[in-house]
Nanobody, 112 residues
């Protein structure tokens, strides 16, 4: 059974940085596309960034140039480095493995 556990969320001031981590159990991590999604109150869940098993990355236009997704297959972990954070980045951030498995999310609040 696959489990995904996110960490690293919290309160940060505008312009600050946070690094989210997601660790996965199970044996299929290295073969899976991993993604970070977010959902703000009243909004639909949206893709923030993804990284394929081969390391190809994709970013939402709203975060390109500010966020960086990376993965460590040996640690079964995926990361999201978030820089120059804005209040509109406030949301619950979710980790996703493949097309099926989701973590429970970690809250990011950007506020002064």
């Amino acid at each position: 059974q696959v489990q995904l556990v996110e960490s690293g969320g919290g309160l940060v001031q505008p312009g600050g940085s946070l690094r989210l981590s997601c660790t996965a159990s199970g044996r299929i991590f290295s073969a899976s596309t991993m993604g970070w999604y977010r959902q703000a109150p009243g909004n639909q869940r949206e893709l923030v960034a993804s990284i394929s098993s081969g390391g190809r990355t994709n970013y939402a236009d709203s975060v390109a140039g500010r966020f960086t997704i990376s993965r460590d297959n040996a640690a079964s972990a995926v990361y999201l480095q978030m820089n120059i954070l804005k209040p509109e980045d406030t949301a619950v951030y979710y980790c996703k493995m493949g097309s099926v498995f989701w973590g429970k999310g970690t809250l990011v609040t950007v506020s002064s």
